[in-house]
């Protein structure tokens, strides 16, 4: 992957993680994310499923289910996002 490729990922990220809504609040669709960030379809399942999916892994959000429902919706955990993400990239984060 060169270098673009993981500024790009990295802003992704960050962007992504401003856009989720705190642990005490209503959570957001996979779609809307997808929207908010004007994703192509194929941007929406190459890049931001494995953003998310990891931001889950890391503990920094998490995946809602609801019954009955095929959509996802995600928001941050209690910890703080911004701590997590720095702490993952292995790299300090940039004033956007």
Known sequence: ???????????????VLDLLPGSGQEPVS???LRTALRLSV???SARL???LN??????VAERVIR????????RRTPA???????????????PR
């Open 30 to 32: 996979t779609s809307d």
């Open 1 to 15: 992957m060169s270098t673009g490729s993981s500024e790009q990922l990295r802003r992704l990220r960050a962007a």
């Open 80 to 94: 703080s996002a911004s701590d997590a993400a720095g702490q993952s990239s292995g790299q300090p984060q940039e």
């Open 67 to 74: 019954p009955g429902r095929t959509v996802r919706y995600w």
């Open 42 to 44: 194929y941007e929406h």
């Open 54 to 59: 990891q931001l889950a892994n890391d503990g």
């Open 49 to 51: 499923w494995p953003i």
